[in-house]
């Protein structure tokens, strides 16, 4: 309470809003910033001052009820109650959103989701060809060997046996020179992590000066072989 001049019988209390913490006063002094204070009469900070909860603030003295505290923007959070300034409501950080105002901890991103930018509001699916952890920054790609056919994956799968998937796969692909055609024949191996096939011409298979060649020469087989001539008079086969 206050009283507003020597003399005066009685003493006014303090409005909603202020308080007075000293005997004789005569004036009440404001609120402080970070709270509000709605009791009238209040003779302590203890007796009135109530916070503004995590996730808003108040810069400005004198409030009287909760209206004064103010919400962080959406993207931000205050974790922190009886904040006085707008620079207490922080960016979420990558990997991170607030999707509303008034947030007082900025939400992971869910498994198959991930944010690359601060103060956003939302996670982006992780895209077909790639996988995402809880809290994701960026995509992963697929590891050599596996494949995401869908947005959104937590984690990527297999690829099956006489297929090849190379790093970030989208899907299973056909292994490269399955068949090799006319006058050539195949070598090499293909696995789920590598695409090993090569074809060959059978034109360069030559045998040395006293060999014949003899057998045949397919599209995945080289059944070439030398044989010794029987007279000995045969000379290299081209």
Sequence with gaps: AYGLSPGQPNCSAC????????????ICDDCPAGGFCAETGAASIRQTFQECWAGTYNNNTGASNSSACLLCLP??????????????????????????????????????????ETSQTACHDCPVGSYCDEGATAPLPCPLGSFADQPGSTSCRTCSLGKFCPLGSQAQRNCSNE???????????????????????????????????VGSCSGTVNNFTCETCANLQCGADY
Excluded: M, W
Aim: proline letters at 4%; charged letters at 15%; aromatic letters at 4%.
């Design 75 to 116: 993207g931000k959070a205050n974790p922190i109650p009886g904040k006085t300034s707008i620079g207490s409501c922080l960016d979420c950080r990558p990997g991170s959103r607030a999707n509303a105002s008034g947030a007082d901890q900025c939400d992971v991103c869910n498994p198959g989701t991930f944010q690359n």
């Design 179 to 213: 068949a090799c055609g006319a006058n050539l024949y195949r070598q090499g191996e293909c696995t789920t992590t590598n695409d090993g096939y090569t074809c060959h011409s059978c034109d360069n298979i030559v045998c040395t000066l006293g060999q014949v060649r």
């Design 15 to 26: 409005a909603s809003g202020k308080l007075s913490e000293s005997l004789q006063a005569t």
